[in-house]
């Protein structure tokens, strides 16, 4: 008796989105079944692979990223382009530099920057604020307006800002991307409330908020999976966004990135260690079916790109 | 689970009226409405319509597709209207229901459509004679229905077992064989068989306060032990809210504080 490979059938599908235009354009999403189970459905998009660029210079960034960023990381215009060369699918540029704490730019700014940055690439560009929700809805505002008509992505629009996050991201075309802490349940009452507030569902990027490799990352890959199977078993419109994984700014802030070998001489050398932390980080959240991630280091990028190349058959 | 909305019925005189005259407004508004308020199907009752069954129901499954982009539920005794039903039905939005099929012999042919039209269909157990005595008693009636679906080519996850409501107020008892009954019917196939009820019966006869608390907390139960479908009024927010509720409770939808609105 030949043998028959049992198979779950799904009743939902993802929303595909498309980032930037032209020969360049990305576009993510569009799963029948969950990550990489080519038997039981279609995965017409590999997920997209975005570098990190901030609007101020990586001082306080490892040595590593620095090293490997080099002098481009002195102006966002160039950081943008090295991304670009380095064989990035999308830039991500972080306005680390609006944040109070930090140098308190305008949001004036940092729309110039923001079109700046989207005139020197013909990849998609993602435009994240400083996480600051109350600076961001100013910083975002003008940087959506200052970038419209580049199809990009906004964020991030949290429980605390989601209005006015989101209407900047309408008024100007770009897609949104909705973060909340962990936590299904909530995910999905910010997707209702955007929906609530006229935000077409199928413009939504959702962020689980992610975590690295020993920090946590089991919670992140947990709650994608209970999303994924909300969306493809249960059919819920309000978890059929796609994903996006924040993981470069998570990665490079724990001790296996930054600690030097003298210190930890049985971790292995550092910069083989840290970037196995990112790429290895990228790949767990590849497989729990991220859609979109947003790395630190060109080589873990080439890495989880690889990763995907392989899954994607 | 799956809302059949029941609201365009040949008994309501609003509706009788429309299918009289042809007028497809009041229909269609009323299946938009149910629509929007999250039904799966959209129930349309002709009834007997002896005289000029299969081109009214030719009519308003093209007007009523016309406004949604739902399957319908057709629900006629008419078996020459029921086929011209199927045969108007745009399947793009997913495959219809006949409502329905029974172990009555004139009821026979409707099972034979569902096979021609590879349609879904509701079977109530129910034979010749007597109505059922209690759960056991429809089990019995579902076997012999499942045997003839499968004569006719109708796969078993076509097929909804309907375990016939009967009114509380003179039928005590039947209200719990029902809900037994619904238990007991999936356990007749793997995967379970899907059940529905035609919800609204249960509460005939009584005060009209109370019909629909009777309704609500009934349809709770039927869900608990495993009810796929329901024939009830999606436009009843009561009902609905009761609905998307137990489904939560149940692990069906996840939960947002907005489920309700959902």
């Known amino acids: ?18 980032l930037g235009s032209g020969a360049k354009a990305v576009t993510i999403g569009g799963a029948s079944a969950l990550p990489f189970l080519g038997f039981e459905g279609t995965f017409p998009n590999r997920p997209a692979v975005a570098l990190e660029v901030m609007d101020i210079a990586p001082d306080d960034w490892p040595e590593t990223l620095k090293k490997a960023i080099g002098s481009a990381g002195s102006n966002p215009v160039q950081w943008a382009k090295f991304c670009q060369q380095s064989g990035a699918d999308m830039v991500a540029l972080r306005l680390m530099g609006t944040h109070p704490d930090q140098k308190n730019k305008s949001p004036e700014e940092a729309a110039k920057i923001a079109a700046e940055v989207a005139a020197a690439i013909d990849i998609p560009l993602m435009i994240l604020g400083s996480g600051h929700a109350e600076k961001d809805t100013q910083v975002l505002q003008a940087a959506a307006a200052a970038t419209r008509g580049k199809n990009c992505a906004i964020g991030k629009a949290v429980e605390e800002n989601y209005k006015t996050v989101a209407a900047a991201a309408m008024a100007n075309d770009h897609k949104l991307i909705a973060m909340s802490q962990l936590d299904v349940n909530l995910a999905k009452q910010l997707n209702i409330l955007l ?18 490799l020993g920090y946590g990352l089991e919670y992140t890959y947990s709650v994608m999976e209970r999303i994924r199977l909300a969306a493809l078993l249960q059919n819920d419109p309000m978890m059929q966004t796609p994903i996006v994984c924040d993981i470069g700014a998570n990665v490079w802030k724990v001790k296996e990135t930054m600690a030097p070998d003298a210190e930890m001489p ?9 970037l196995a932390w990112e790429s290895v980080t990228a790949s767990a959240m590849i497989t729990a079916g991220a859609d979109m991630l947003i790395m630190r280091h060109p080589g873990a990028a080439a890495k989880a790109k690889e990763v995907i190349s392989e899954l994607m058959g | 689970m799956i809302v059949i909305g029941e609201k ?18 009041p229909l269609q508004e009323l299946a938009v409405a149910q ?32 406004v949604v982009e739902k399957p319908l539920c057709l ?115 793997d995967p379970p068989m899907q ?37 009830i009024d999606p436009l009843d927010k009561d009902m609905m809210d009761t609905v998307k509720t137990v489904d939560v409770i149940m692990g069906k939808k996840m939960y947002a504080h907005s489920y309700l609105d959902m």
């Open chain 1, 266 to 274: 049985e971790w292995g050398g550092l910069e083989d260690r840290a």
């Open chain 1, 1 to 18: 008796m030949a043998l028959v490979i049992p198979k779950e059938t799904y009743s939902g599908k993802i929303y595909s989105i498309q």
């Open chain 1, 195 to 212: 929906t609530q507030m006229g935000f077409d569902k199928e413009r939504i990027i959702m962020d689980p908020m992610s975590s690295a």
């Open chain 2, 75 to 189: 629900d006629t005794t008419n078996i020459k209207a029921m086929e011209a039903g199927l045969k108007a039905h745009n399947n793009a939005w997913g495959v219809p229901i006949i409502n329905s099929t029974s172990n009555e012999p004139e009821r026979f042919p409707m099972m034979e459509l569902a096979g021609k039209y590879n349609a879904k269909i509701i079977a109530l157990t129910l034979g010749k004679g007597s109505i059922p005595a209690d759960a056991e008693d429809r089990c019995g009636i579902a076997a012999e229905i499942m045997a003839r679906a499968m004569e006719n080519g109708v796969p078993m996850e076509n097929l909804f077992l309907d375990p016939l409501i009967l009114q509380l107020c003179t039928m005590q008892d039947q209200g719990l064989q029902a809900i037994r009954a619904v238990k007991m019917f999936q356990q007749l196939n």
């Open chain 2, 195 to 231: 059940t529905v009820v035609g919800l609204s019966n249960i509460s005939n006869g009584a005060p009209k306060h109370v019909r629909p608390i009777i309704n609500r907390n009934f349809l709770t139960m039927l869900i608990y032990e495993g009810l796929s479908a329901a024939i």
């Open chain 2, 8 to 25: 365009i019925s040949v008994i309501a005189k609003k509706v009788r009226e429309a299918l009289g005259k042809k007028d497809p407004k």
């Open chain 2, 35 to 66: 629509d929007k308020a999250g039904a799966h199907f959209i129930d349309i009752s002709i009834g007997p319509a002896e005289e000029n069954g299969p081109e009214l129901m030719d009519w308003a499954v093209k007007v009523l597709q016309e």
